[in-house]
């Protein structure tokens, strides 16, 4: 009798920008994408040179040729889902809508970088209301923390879940695309993300874990989005209430092994090879 033949291997693409010390952008994404046993696809928007105590450079990729890259890729490959990280300028966010108007490429999870862990801005202001008023609403999920939302709506940043949950209920009606709101720069024990729809906004989802004492956490924002692409690669149809769940697992459990790595003296990479490294012991 022969051997069972596996499934076709589930690809999931990440358009964001490169990060030379290897914890967030394309780096955090592709090693996140392999822990769940997702086949990673990368296009580069933008080289930076940083570490763990921050941002030294960013050249970015011309537009033209960030195109180039995504045609190059979708010529030959199905992506089964997409991840949008650090795109740098305007006219990079419009080359990327303009690819998602024409190509299949899955659903789309949208991190909206603006700032690093270290507080280095990472997007052009010019580049907010692209990402805004042409990118948002090509998306399926998009994923900013406490300031990001505030960016996008133009308003204070929140400082409670109540004010939290309105923002991410607005984003959602404004935009037309589910939201999750990242809750971890609010104080408490317990970081909260809320989940809101664009179907029913008034309806949301608390996303509670427990706070992680620890400085790992660099490329926090990257790993949850690039999950939650790899979970919808997976799980085709299936609702992002759902998916949330194994995601935030996901991360917590990277950020609690974080600091065993050791890698770094500010704020370290999370460890997204947990699972084999303890496998491995």
């Known amino acids: 009798m022969s051997a069972p033949v596996p499934p076709p291997v589930r690809v999931a693409l990440t358009i964001a920008g490169s990060d030379s010390g290897g914890g967030a952008g394309i780096q955090a994404d592709l090693k996140t994408f392999a822990a769940h046993g997702v086949y990673g696809a990368s296009v580069v928007t933008a080289l930076t040179a940083q570490n763990t105590h921050g941002v030294r450079g960013i050249l970015a990729v011309p537009a033209e040729f960030v ?13 089964h889902a997409t991840k949008i990280g650090m795109l740098a300028g305007a006219d990079v966010v419009l080359a990327v809508a303009e690819v998602l108007r024409s190509r299949a490429l899955g659903p789309v999870v949208l991190d909206p970088v603006m700032v690093a862990t270290s507080g280095d801005a990472l997007l052009d202001p010019d580049a907010v209301a692209a990402v805004r008023d042409v990118l948002l609403p090509l998306s399926d999920l998009v994923t900013p923390n406490v300031p990001e939302a505030a960016a996008l709506l133009g308003v204070d940043a929140a400082t409670s879940v109540a004010q939290c949950r309105d923002q991410a209920q607005e984003l959602a009606r404004r935009s037309g695309t589910a939201v999750l709101l ?40 990257c790993t949850l989005s690039s999950a939650l692409a790899a979970q919808v690669a997976l ?35 999370l460890d997204h090879a947990h699972a084999l490294r303890e496998h491995r012991s």
Do not use: C, F, M, N
Not at 189 to 216: H, K, N, Y
Not at 235 to 253: F, S
């Open 182 to 221: 990242k809750g971890g720069h609010l104080s408490g024990q317990a970081s909260v993300d809320v989940l809101a729809s664009p179907g029913s906004p008034e309806t949301t989802v608390l996303v509670r874990r427990d706070r992680v004492d620890t400085t790992a956490t660099h490329g926090t924002g």
């Open 67 to 79: 195109r180039l890259q995504l045609d190059t890729v979708l010529d030959d490959i199905t992506v």
């Open 235 to 269: 799980h085709p149809g299936t609702g992002w209430d759902v998916l949330v769940e194994p995601a935030r697992d996901y991360l917590q459990a990277a950020l609690l092994a974080g600091a065993r790595l050791d890698v770094g003296s500010g704020h370290g990479p």
